[in-house]
């Protein structure tokens, strides 16, 4: 996700934006979940949010850690993808259609995508799924910035794999009508 977030900063910087991030990511290292906030406009002054625009979760579960930040305008893009916790093999993990419901209470809408399971069986890669769902939110205008922005961005940020990252925003990009 921090990659992905200085993606979505690089392109907005590129667009002339005034840029803010911040990230945590203290027990990743052990399995904890990753959160990013990127905050662009005309001037920002904080890189922390209260309320966000978007909500774009790698994992189902996170979705629902993150409610705190919605509210009715937010909107929601999830991967369709469980990550396994040994913390809870005992415990029963709510299913998609009950992430789905909680959600809605704090929603202006929710779109799920399979962009794990994409990226394994059109590239091979799950890894490519954050491109992907970023690409997905920029064509369906959840992210107010141009493609092209966003493409230039990769390629400063990850350019030994860049034909892959430009192969996922494609498939995203074809996906939206």
Do not use: W
Not at 35 to 58: E, H, N, T
Request: proline share 4%; charged share 25%.
């Amino acid at each position: 996700m921090i990659t992905l977030g200085k993606m979505i900063a690089r392109a907005a910087f590129i667009e002339g934006y005034d840029v803010k991030m911040s990230e945590l990511h203290g027990l990743s290292q052990r399995g904890g979940s990753v959160s990013v906030q990127v905050r662009f406009g005309k001037k920002v002054y904080s890189p922390l949010i209260s309320k966000a625009d978007l909500i774009i979760s790698m994992e189902r579960n996170e979705a629902l850690k993150n409610c705190s930040l919605a509210d009715k305008e937010t909107v929601f893009l999830i991967n369709d993808h469980s990550i396994f916790s040994p913390s809870f093999q005992d415990k029963k993990l709510p299913d998609l259609k009950e992430i789905k419901k909680e959600i809605s209470r704090f929603s202006k809408g929710i779109y799920i995508e399979q962009a794990t399971q994409k990226m394994i069986e059109q590239l091979k890669n799950p890894i490519l799924a954050g491109v992907y769902l970023i690409s997905k939110s920029i064509h369906m205008g959840l992210i107010p910035l141009k493609p092209e922005s966003f493409l230039r961005a990769i390629e400063d940020l990850a350019p030994k794999h860049i034909d892959l990252n430009k192969k996922a925003f494609q498939i995203a990009k074809n996906e939206v009508k």
